[in-house]
Nanobody, 124 residues
Framework: QVRLVESGGGLVHAGDSLRLSCAAS??????????MGWFRQAPGKEREYVAA????????GYSDSVRGRFTIYRNVDKNTVHLQMNRLKPEDTAVYYC???????????????WGQGTQVTVSS
């Protein structure tokens, strides 16, 4: 069974930075055969796309709200994917989830496995 575990969330002030990590285990295919995405969900809202990597490790694009501030990258040797978040804003407050899938997509429904999420709270 695929297991994804996020970490790195916390409470920060606007303008601060955080680095989220997602550790994968129990993969049925090699790490590089997965599309890896970061999504976030605020209370009362749908899960929202943030960023994702294709099987080649290249970004498929960032959401308009985070472009220029967030960076997604992976470490193949450690089976981890990360989200570096800079210049955080209060509207970035949400639970952040790591998802793995088989096809590059910006839709949450396209991902097969998810972690439990990590809370990011940005105060003004």
């Amino acid at each position: 069974q695929v297991r994804l575990v996020e970490s790195g969330g916390g409470l920060v002030h606007a303008g601060d930075s955080l680095r989220l990590s997602c550790a994968a285990s129990g993969l049925t295919s090699s790490f590089s055969q997965y599309v890896m995405g970061w999504f976030r969900q605020a209370p009362g809202k749908e899960r929202e796309y943030v960023a994702a990597l294709s099987r080649s490790g290249l970004s498929i694009g960032y959401s308009d709200s985070v472009r220029g501030r967030f960076t997604i990258y992976r470490n193949v040797d450690k089976n981890t994917v990360h989200l570096q978040m800079n210049r955080l804003k209060p509207e970035d407050t949400a639970v952040y989830y790591c998802g793995f899938g088989t096809s590059a997509t910006m839709e949450a429904s396209g991902y097969d496995d998810w972690g439990q999420g990590t809370q990011v709270t940005v105060s003004s």
